[in-house]
């Protein structure tokens, strides 16, 4: 049983930053590459960032290019994704999500992770 808990969500001001934390517990984590993606209230759930199974290889989506920066720590099973310069429109609900398959590159479709966490709410105001 793989298990995902993020933490770290909350509200903050625009130009603020917030770190989130991906734990994973129940496989060999390191095998997996790891995603963060948001939905927001009415809308999509959409690919934010990725990073590789072994940590060397990361994505992002052209509106957090720059600002979000995503790491591993193999040792701690933790993924985290730093938040800069967060925005009013950066306000979601943030998932981990990892990958079904070990040690591809770094991917962006929602239909290829099998597993969630549950989500943590960012509210970031203006």
């Known amino acids: 049983q793989v298990q995902l808990v993020e933490s770290g969500g909350g509200l903050v001001q625009a130009g603020d930053s917030l770190r989130l934390s991906c734990a994973a517990s129940?496989?060999?984590?390191?095998?997996?590459?790891v995603a963060w993606f948001r939905q927001a209230p009415g809308m999509e759930r959409e690919f934010v960032a990725g990073i590789s199974w072994n940590g060397e290889s990361t994505l992002y989506a052209d509106s957090v290019k720059g600002r979000f920066t995503t790491t591993k720590d193999s040792a701690k099973s933790t993924v985290y994704l730093q938040m800069n310069s967060l925005k009013p429109e950066d306000t979601a609900t943030y998932y981990c999500?990892?990958?079904?398959?070990?040690?591809?590159?770094?991917?962006?479709?929602?239909?290829?992770?099998?597993?969630w966490g549950q989500g943590t709410q960012v509210t970031v105001s203006s």
């Open positions: 999500a990892g990958d079904r398959v070990p040690f591809r590159p770094v991917i962006t479709r929602s239909e290829e992770f099998g597993y």
């Open positions: 129940g496989r060999t984590y390191n095998r997996y590459g």
